[in-house]
């Protein structure tokens, strides 16, 4: 239940991507973009500015065409990693940890690949191999996740600090951290970092979400002054409605759906099926 929860938060934190086939991925690109290779820059260009699948395709090929070079592994890892195939970026790892090529760097990602796979024994292996002196936030994100994940919490609250000072865009990171105190029982200082997320980028809906749950634990329903579309308005209202039943404030819960449904832009299908439910006397 540990592992399941803590998954979730990660793919919570992080951007999801495209999980689609490939249908031309093992097909050769034109000879003249794997000549390119040659210049320093492309391999960045390719992973900040193609699209995943076309980036994993570029640099697969390369791979094919010249297997001795860190570099192109390199790339193919990080691709596969934005492309969301995160147990192929693992052998690719692998593989250059066994040609003793690994730098600091490349073990961060390699530990993030491990942990989204669901395989948080060798990530947290990773992260202790790098030497302290080497601080990202991507290390002490994970860190945190990790420390999270082991029930440590003076670790957690540490990391999260200094993965929060090592970002000018904290605000995700905030968020998880905020998720660490709820999982622990503090609504108190979960709200507030909840909060400090919303401040660092109001349109962080995550945030939003978690910052309603946290309150309705509390029983304080009323939604909190943050920016918000009427379609948000409508999803939050619903999440505070489905604390509500779980804390017996039925009542409270119906009149939160109400409300939900008559601020949706459109059908509110959920909404409508939660209040059918709670009208005949069932759970939601």
Wanted: hydrophobic residues 45%; negative net charge.
């Amino acid at each position: 239940m540990q592992s399941t929860k803590f998954t979730l938060l990660f793919s919570a934190l992080f951007l999801g991507a495209c999980q689609g086939d490939i249908t031309d991925a093992d097909r050769a690109l034109p000879q003249d973009e794997l000549n390119i290779m040659n210049d320093a820059d492309t391999a960045e260009i390719m992973l900040n500015l193609a699209d995943p699948e076309r980036a994993v395709a570029f640099f697969r090929n390369a791979v094919a065409q010249e297997p001795d070079r860190i570099d192109l592994k390199r790339g193919l890892a990080l691709s596969l990693a934005k492309a969301g195939k995160h147990a192929e970026a693992v052998l690719i790892y692998e593989t250059m940890a066994e040609l003793d090529s690994l730098t600091n760097e490349d073990r961060v990602a390699m530990a993030d690949a491990y942990i989204r796979n669901g395989a948080w024994d060798e990530g947290e292996a990773q992260l202790d191999a790098i030497p302290p002196t080497f601080e990202t936030f991507k290390r002490y994100r994970l860190e945190a996740i990790v420390a999270d994940y082991n029930k440590e919490w003076d670790k957690a609250d540490s990391f999260y600090d200094i993965a929060r000072g090592l970002t000018v865009t904290p605000a995700s990171t905030l968020n998880n951290w905020g998720f660490s105190k709820q999982s622990r029982g503090d609504l108190e200082n979960a709200e507030k970092l909840y909060r400090q997320a919303l401040r660092a980028d109001p349109s962080l809906f995550a945030a939003k979400t978690n910052l309603v749950i946290v309150r309705a634990l509390r029983r304080e329903y009323n939604l909190p002054v943050v920016p918000m579309t009427d379609e948000e308005r409508a999803i939050l209202l619903y999440y505070a409605a489905r604390e509500a039943v779980k804390l017996e404030d039925r009542d409270i819960a119906r009149g939160l759906l109400e409300r939900a449904i008559d601020t949706h832009p459109r059908y509110f299908a959920a909404a409508v099926d939660a209040l059918r439910a709670l009208n005949a006397n069932q759970s939601l």
